[in-house]
C-alpha cells in the first residue's frame, strides 16, 4: 500500500509563496507520474500540476508560470513551489500517484493514490 502525506500548506497573503511537500512510503515516484490537485470551497477538484517519471511536466493554465513541481527522487518526496499565489489559489491541495502513466496524465483516473490533502489559504 502507497502512503502519500502532504505538508507545507498554511495561511499566506496574496503575492506571497509556499512550498508543498509530499512524501511517499515507496518509490513511486519512479514508476509513473505524480501529481497536485486541488478542490476549492463548493468547487469539483482540479489538476494543478503533474510530473512524469522522464521528467515531464505539465500545469494547469490557471497556474502557469507561477507554480513548479519537482520530484526529488532521493528523498523520494514531490513539491510544488507556489509563488505569486492569489485569493483564488485558496484549496485544499492533494498529491497523487498514477503508476504507469506518463504525460504526466491530467485527468483523475489515473491517479491511484492520494493523500489526505493540506489545506492553503490565500488572504487578499
Known amino acids: 500500500q502507497v502512503q502519500l502525506v502532504e505538508s507545507g500548506g498554511g495561511s499566506v497573503q496574496a503575492g506571497g509563496s509556499l512550498r508543498l511537500s509530499c512524501a511517499a512510503s515507496r518509490y513511486t515516484s519512479r514508476t509513473g507520474s505524480m501529481g497536485w490537485f486541488r478542490r476549492a470551497p463548493g468547487k469539483e477538484r482540479e489538476f494543478v500540476a503533474g510530473i512524469d517519471k522522464y521528467g515531464g511536466t505539465g500545469y494547469a493554465d490557471s497556474v502557469k508560470g507561477r507554480f513548479t513541481i519537482s520530484l526529488d527522487n532521493t528523498k523520494n518526496t514531490l513539491y510544488l513551489q507556489m509563488n505569486g499565489v492569489k485569493p483564488e489559489d485558496t484549496a485544499m491541495y492533494y498529491c497523487?500517484?498514477?503508476?504507469?502513466?506518463?504525460?504526466?496524465?491530467?485527468?483523475?483516473?489515473?491517479?491511484?493514490?492520494w493523500g489526505q490533502g493540506t489545506q492553503v489559504t490565500v488572504s487578499s
Open positions: 497523487a500517484s498514477a503508476p504507469g502513466y506518463i504525460g504526466p496524465p491530467r485527468e483523475e483516473r489515473p491517479f491511484s493514490y
